[in-house]
């Protein structure tokens, strides 16, 4: 089955950069569609990035816009988020999210890895 195990959080103080991982089994992360999520506390869950079945058909929330970078390593079935000049508003845990077909389109989801900004 399909399993995606983020990693890289943690305490980051204002201005700031991390990045962030998302390792995938039981799928290519090459073949699929694939998104980044942010849950604020006591907030819904946000899509922050997506990232289409190419280079150029990925969005970005205005709310990050001009401050995120994604990338993605094949040989390892793992895609990459970073952030630059985190602000306390970026503090959520980060989940990473791709969608599989196989007789319909079915989502999957990691657990999330914790991203705190504060000084």
């Known amino acids: 089955q399909v399993q995606l195990v983020e990693s890289g959080g943690g305490l980051v103080q204002p201005g700031g950069s991390l990045r962030l991982s998302c390792t995938a089994s039981?799928?290519?992360?090459?073949?699929?569609?694939a998104n980044w999520y942010r849950q604020a506390p006591g907030k819904e869950r946000k899509l922050v990035v997506h990232m289409g079945y190419t280079d150029d058909s990925t969005t970005y929330a205005d709310s990050v816009k001009g401050r995120i970078a994604i990338s993605k390593d094949s040989s390892k079935n793992t895609m990459y988020l970073q952030i630059k000049s985190l602000k306390p508003e970026d503090t959520a845990v980060y989940f990473c999210?791709?969608?599989?077909?196989?007789?319909?389109?079915?989502?999957?989801w990691g657990q999330g890895t914790q991203v705190t900004v504060s000084s």
């Open positions: 999210n791709v969608r599989v077909f196989a007789t319909k389109w079915v989502d999957s």
């Open positions: 039981g799928v290519s992360l090459s073949m699929y569609p």
